[in-house]
């Protein structure tokens, strides 16, 4: 079973920040918490991935609680091309070897 | 970033027919995962590949139904034996990148049983 908890949907007015949740209230020490979106029809999309301190990248910013039983994806300037689901996942280790174990996801809707 | 090349794309099969799925990498790889996606559904992990070893497969998936074959180090095929309508799904390969473990997919393969 997945270890994470998402909200199934949220909605996000275009050029408005989304702030897309995750509870995984279990996780281990040494496992990493990693996020990735999957547009219709397409295979998921690698965004961000951090162990404990807030991570940013070009697509997005991930921020981890400090006791990292939970997180928040922010996606700054949401566009109508980030319609689509938004996994969150807590994997063992960041190293290679290691499937990822999807949930059900958040679809998030951005509308004009 | 691995690119992974996924043939068919799509395939319309008869009740009792096999079908494999073919799944192609632009560099080496160790690991090379099989997913699959129900319709309106989140990935299931069906089985790991490793090069040179048999699969691993999860609970749920056996390998008389799904055998998989990896014959090196950038190549890796899934067959769905035996179709039922229930197999009609989306079949993605996913992939680890060595120096920094994010995973790759490719569009997938997407299977109705007719």
């Known amino acids: 079973d997945a270890k994470t908890t998402q909200p199934p949907s949220m909605d996000c007015a275009e050029g408005r920040a989304a702030n897309l949740p995750c509870n995984h209230s279990?996780?281990?020490?040494?496992?990493?918490v990693y996020w990735y979106r999957q547009i219709h029809s397409q295979g998921p999309q690698y965004i961000i991935h951090g162990l404990k301190n807030n991570e940013t990248n070009e697509m997005a910013s991930l921020i981890i609680t400090e006791d990292r039983k939970s997180s928040t994806l922010i996606l700054p300037h949401a566009t109508l091309r980030d319609t689509a689901v938004y996994y969150c996942?807590?994997?063992?280790?960041?190293?290679?070897?290691?499937?990822?174990?999807f949930g059900k996801g958040t679809t998030l809707s951005v509308s004009s | 970033s691995a690119v992974i090349s996924q043939k068919p794309s799509r395939d319309i099969c008869q009740r009792g027919t096999s079908l494999t799925i073919q799944c192609q990498v632009d560099s080496q790889v160790t690991m090379m995962f099989w997913y699959r996606q129900q319709p309106g559904q989140s990935l299931t992990l069906i089985a790991t590949?490793?090069?040179?070893?048999?699969?691993?497969?999860e609970s749920g998936f056996v390998i008389d139904k799904f055998p998989i074959s990896r014959p090196n180090l950038t190549f890796s095929t899934l067959t769905v034996s035996n179709m039922s309508p229930e197999d009609s799904s989306i079949y993605l390969c996913?992939?680890?990148?060595?120096?920094?473990?994010?995973?790759?997919f490719g569009e997938g393969s997407r299977l109705t049983v007719l």
């Open positions: 996913s992939v680890d990148e060595q120096l920094t473990g994010e995973l790759f």
């Open positions: 996942i807590v994997r063992p280790s960041n190293q290679a070897g290691t499937a990822l174990i």
């Open positions: 590949a490793n090069q040179g070893s048999e699969a691993t497969y």
């Open positions: 279990t996780i281990s020490g040494n496992e990493y």
